[in-house]
């Protein structure tokens, strides 16, 4: 499956670690567009996300936006920004997890100490809340654009995420 943003992305929007290698934080890219974003907005508009995202039409979903809506004007960050927290998200907890060929190890060094599993949690859990507040908004432009997306679920009926905790 094609990756909708990529390291380079993410650290426009997050304090990525230049060290880190682009494949180990493409599988949280993939954790977080495959499992988070697919349970916001359901199989249907995820597939259709996926067909589309480089049409032009689509580019203020991912990248954001200021819109008007009944003579107002609203504004979002775009999916990109979503699916960026969600990644980041899973990745702080392991950030310092290594896999070697003797084992699971967390590097620490004499000029640092290793954040404490229970701060990186509350950390990743703080990202996990702004990713689901961006998407609130994001997912109001959505709706507010029915003729743009018309296998959104329609809120009524298969909707996005109604609670967001």
């Known amino acids: ?14 304090p990525i670690s230049q060290g880190i290698d682009k494949n180990t934080f493409e599988v949280y890219i993939r954790e977080a567009q495959q499992i988070d974003l697919f349970n916001l907005v359901g199989e249907r508009f995820f ?4 067909a589309n995202h480089l049409q032009q039409s689509w580019q203020p979903l991912l990248k954001g936006c200021i819109y008007q809506y009944n003579n107002l004007d609203y504004s979002h960050l775009g999916l990109e920004n979503v699916i960026v927290y969600f990644a980041y998200a899973r990745y702080l907890p392991k950030a310092n997890i290594v896999s070697t060929s003797h084992g699971i190890v967390t590097k620490k060094t004499q000029y640092s100490a290793a954040l404490s599993f229970k701060e990186a949690k509350k950390t990743a859990n703080e990202y996990r809340q702004n990713a689901k507040f961006l998407f609130k908004l994001v997912k109001d432009y959505v709706v507010r654009n029915p003729d743009t ?9 298969e909707s996005f995420i109604t609670v967001i905790n």
């Open 47 to 50: 597939n259709d996300l996926l």
């Open 149 to 157: 997306f018309p296998n959104a679920p329609v809120e009524k009926k």
């Open 1 to 14: 499956m094609e990756l909708l943003i990529n390291l380079q992305t993410a650290s426009k929007y997050v």
